[in-house]
């Protein structure tokens, strides 16, 4: 397996969330030098360990509606027809595809097909507080999301590598600024850093708008 397989999103609670609001988490695990894959290399880059298992294991989110476009659905739900250890679980919950690409019947149990754009459809959701959402992979919808200002949190999980010469899909490329307010943090396994934050979306560098007002 490389590690183009999206692991379960980890969680770590947000310091007075309000949980009568649905929110919007955008959730990757990344190596250091950002890349969400990388040519030949296991899952997790080989470094995931019994703390970090043991925390997907919790699935504390699991009443979070799962977003993903159509890439990732056909990556996820293979590995799930395969039987890919950590995807069992991924099958009882709610899920999300945007596409124009995918037809239904689709065939991963208990997940729904969007067509319409993915950024109004989500904004939809998020007014009616019927429950809240994370992403998971999907680069392109993630960052769609966050540009449109829809994020409330961004979580990353960091594995101490760097792939600079197999790393695939850059997961920062086209994003727009944004400042990041740290809510929590956690080490798994001595290696593996967690890390939450606020997102705000920025019009460009703090230092330049200082000196603009």
Same mark, same amino acid.
């Given at each position: ?22 929110? +919007? ?6 190596? *250091?030098?950002?890349?969400? #894959? $990388?040519? =030949?290399? @296991? &899952?997790?880059? /080989? %470094? ?18 799962? +977003? ?6 056909? *990556?996820?739900?293979?590995? #799930? $027809?395969? =039987?890919? @250890? &950590?995807?069992? /679980? %991924? ?123």
């Amino acid at each position: 397996m490389s590690s183009r397989f999206v692991a379960r999103p980890s969680y770590l609670s947000p310091k007075d969330k309000d949980t009568t609001m649905a929110e +919007l988490l955008i959730d990757f695990i990344t190596s *250091l030098d950002g890349y969400a #894959a $990388a040519d =030949g290399w @296991p &899952g997790w880059w /080989g %470094l995931q360990g019994p703390e970090y298992l043991a925390w997907l294991g919790e699935q504390p989110e699991a009443d979070y509606t799962v +977003l993903m476009g159509a890439t990732t659905y056909r *990556l996820m739900s293979g590995f #799930a $027809a395969a =039987g890919e @250890p &950590g995807t069992d /679980g %991924l099958a009882a919950l709610s899920k999300v595809v945007f596409s124009t690409t995918l037809s239904d019947p689709l065939s991963w149990p208990n997940t729904q097909l969007v067509t319409e754009d993915p950024v109004e459809a989500v904004r939809e959701m998020k007014d009616k507080a019927a429950t809240s959402m994370r992403t998971i992979g999907s680069l392109t919808l993630a960052r769609s999301l966050l540009r449109a200002g829809l994020a409330d949190r961004f979580r990353v999980v960091v594995f101490p590598v760097i792939t600079g010469s197999t790393g695939r899909e850059r997961i920062y490329d086209g994003y727009p600024d944004v400042a990041l307010d740290m809510i929590g943090s956690r080490t798994f396994d001595g290696r593996i850093q967690l890390l939450e934050y606020v997102p705000t979306l920025l019009t460009g560098p703090p230092g330049v708008r200082e000196a603009d007002a």
